[in-house]
């Protein structure tokens, strides 16, 4: 469910003045989500980068304990490392398809296309004379690109790239500086189908922005402020957000006087309503399927405010919109951020950080994604291709300080994969 910013994002600070939480970085950044700082801290399935592979990815080697052949880019889990033509970490990928994939991290958006990544996008600061990160990136059609970012303190506010084709002509990227401040420190995001409208929530804050397509080719934003009874007094703090069509869902808590409520709010095309979550973990975090013509399923991050344990669940919802039964929940390790993408009920992929879990409608279960023993850092967003492909993308470790650049990796997953050795 990526999203300034702490350096080592382990919480979402309080909740409310009168009873302040501390919640384990969330999503979404789905289909990434969002804001997504480094941190320091190495997880346990995070030590080094192996040394690198000749650009075409060099021939495959022979394992020395067997017979068995493997290739020397490509996990025991099936994920394959691609180069990048920039030296920056990924912190969001959206796609279309396995072979028509979108990047971004620092200020620039690289595309793969079919073959490899590509430069698409540098923001030019020396001219404009500021500078701007870039946090997320989402994509609903071919040649269809929406990305996110902020420019630094003080005056922090959002920018959006827009690709798209305009009157007739061939694709092309618009930049837009917004008059919307940035308040929150992680953001979740989601893009709707049409392509036409993205959605942003400010985890720890009362608002919800919507950047749409502006008349005259720019773009405009609204922000809202969901909430129960008007006036009612309470500190609103929303974190998780995902849409279906017209219905946009935002999950947090109401606090007043010491005591909060878990809260789900539904945006229907014309006003928002909230109704109490029952249970005592908060919605952290969500994302969902991406397809109109499938059923609605949710996923969502659970933190328990008492113990600080993370959880995912998923949930399918029912004809009025409400929240199912549980159809899985699973403990997370909390080693890093919660973020996860479904290309329909029966597949979807998620991480917290460190380990990537892959959901195929009957279990949730680990996929590896080291390389030789030596994974390649933290992740940061994926995307779901299938039960079986995915895009998988962060920075590379080891960490070193603020000081010194990261490198980013992107790792792909096509067609079924076999832990002996198989070829994907």
């Known amino acids: 469910m990526s999203r300034g910013s702490c350096r080592a994002r382990s919480c979402l600070r309080g909740l409310a003045f009168l009873a302040p939480i501390a919640i384990a970085a969330p999503a979404s950044c789905a289909d990434s989500g969002v804001e997504r700082e480094p941190e320091a801290d190495r997880a346990p399935d995070a030590t080094v980068l192996p040394d690198a592979p000749p650009s ?48 971004v991290g620092g200020d620039v958006i690289v595309r793969w296309d079919g073959a490899s990544w590509k430069p698409a996008y540098r923001y030019d600061g020396a001219t404009s004379g500021t500078a701007v990160t870039l946090r997320a990136v989402f994509v609903a059609k071919a040649d269809d690109v929406w990305a996110v970012g902020a420019t630094p303190f003080p005056d922090r506010r959002f920018f959006v790239v827009r690709r798209s084709q305009g009157d007739g002509g061939a694709p092309a990227f618009r930049e837009t500086l917004t008059e919307e401040p940035v308040v929150g420190d992680f953001w979740a995001g989601w893009l709707a189908p049409g392509s036409d409208a993205l959605w942003l929530v400010e985890a720890g804050t009362g608002s919800v922005l919507r950047f749409r397509e502006a008349a005259d080719g720019g773009v405009a934003t609204d922000r809202w402020r969901p909430q129960g ?27 007043s006087f010491g005591s909060c409520t878990n809260l789900v709010a539904r945006y229907d095309g014309e006003s928002w309503s909230t109704s109490t979550f029952e249970d005592p973990k908060i919605v952290t975090g969500m994302f969902g399927t991406r397809d109109l013509g499938q059923p609605k399923h949710l996923w969502l991050e659970l933190l328990d405010s008492a113990t600080g344990a993370r959880s995912v669940r998923l949930v399918p919802l029912s004809s009025d919109g409400g929240l199912g039964a549980p159809v899985v929940e699973r403990a997370l390790s909390g080693c890093g951020s919660f973020v996860g993408s479904a290309a329909d009920p029966g597949a979807a992929w998620l991480s917290d950080g460190c380990l990537v879990h892959r959901w195929n409608g009957a279990t949730l279960e680990v996929t590896p994604i080291a390389v030789g023993g030596e994974p390649p850092g933290r992740v940061n967003a994926v995307w779901a291709g299938s039960a079986d492909d995915a895009w ?8 070193q300080g603020p000081n010194v650049p990261e490198l980013g990796f992107a790792a792909r997953r096509e067609g079924k994969w076999a832990a002996d050795g198989g070829e994907p």
């Open 229 to 255: 009874e008007p006036e009612d007094g309470a500190f609103y703090a929303w974190y998780g957000l995902w849409g279906f069509g017209a219905d946009v869902y935002v999950s947090g808590t109401a606090c």
């Open 56 to 103: 075409d990815g060099g021939p495959p080697v022979a394992d020395a304990s067997s017979d068995v052949v493997v290739d020397a880019r490509c996990s025991p889990g099936g994920f394959c490392y691609e180069a990048l033509p920039v030296p920056v970490p990924l912190v969001g990928v959206s796609a279309t398809s396995m072979d028509h994939a979108w990047a």
């Open 392 to 399: 998988v993308v962060g920075a590379s470790l080891p960490y």
